[in-house]
Each structure stands twice: as structure tokens, then as C-alpha cells.
């Protein structure tokens, strides 16, 4: 089984939608996955619970609010998305790592998102299992409008800081609608959503090991 955090420090980056479009992105194509929830916030949770259950794929949910619920989960995953909590520090943060094998971290091109990053990695970098280079970090700029002044300071930031963002993902307003309902992008077959899906294929290649065509 493999194990995705997403996390971030800054509230409002994307944690919660780049979590419940992962995990609809695998269960889509036919992956065991489960989604946990570890934000008291329980975005992903009530996401779960507008989720229709028997016309789309299937995504089981744990509630990981509370600290000794963390690794609690069914024996039969693939796949595990996790929504970190935005205060992800002390043993908190190093349990819900120690599950981990690659952390997202979606950044918007603010300056508060961009300073607030500069530090969460910085933090992350204190940690033992991160510094040894056991957890894979992988940057994703989010909710990116195209050739705005925003679009160049986030791309001098990864600049600066050496590393590229795995997938660059546009502000549409698709997800917000059809998140009400329980649904992700990746539940919709209309070549609109296939479109943004295509978004999204270079995170998916960097943490599933699949060959074949995604969608």
C-alpha cells in the first residue's frame, strides 16, 4: 500500500480538493483507496458523505481527527490519501509522516501562500524520516491564472528554491461546484472535465506506478 499526504501550513491552498481528487482519480481507475481525514475542519469527511454510493467508484473514509486513530484503516488499501491538518507540527506531524511515502504540498501564487511554503518546508526538513530522504516531497502549484503577475512570483519561488512544481493546476470553478455534490473531476466523462483531468496526469505518474493509458 502507498500512502499520499497532502499538507501545507497556509489555510485555503487546496489541501482538502487536492486530496478528494486523488482519491477520486484512483478509485476511478479501480484502485482499493481510501481517503483520512486528520483536519478537524472535516472537509474530506462531509465531502464523503455527499458522495453518491452506488453510481460512481467507491472511497472508503477514516477519521484520523484524533491522534490515536492514526493508522487505523483496512487491510486491503492500495492506496491511502491523507488531508493533514494545517498545524501539522510536534508528534502529530511525525506520526501522520511516518505513515507517509510522498507529501503534496499545494501552493497558491500569493505572497502570504508563497512565505508560509518557504517555512512549512523548512519545517519539514527538521523532520528525521524527511531529512533522510524516505518521504518524496512534491510541490504543486494550485489555482494558477494564467499570465497573471501572481504566475511569475510563484515561478520565481520554485525557481529560488530549486524545485519545480510536479503539475501546475488552473482555478476553475468546476470543483467547488461539483464538490457540493460529493464528486471530483475525475467522476465526469465530458471531454470539459477530461480537459482538467489531463492537469492532473503528472502527479498522478509521479506517485502510482501505472503504465498503462489513465483515462
Known sequence: MKTILIANQKGGCGKTNTAITLASALAAKNYRVALADADNQKSSLQWLKQRPEHSISPIQSLDWRNEKSIGDMPKNLEYLIIDAPGALSGEHAEQLISESHAIIIPIQPSFFDIDS??????????????????????????????HSASSKDIQDFFSKIEQQPIAWISERSAYGQLAMQGLSVFDKQQKIYQTIQKQWQPLLNAIIDDPTAWF
Not at 119 to 127: A, N, V, W, Y
Open 117 to 146: 511554503t518557504r517555512r512549512f518546508l523548512k519545517h519539514l526538513q527538521e523532520i528525521k524520516r524527511i531529512r533522510k530522504g524516505k518521504v518524496e516531497l512534491l510541490l504543486l502549484a494550485n489555482r494558477v491564472k494564467a
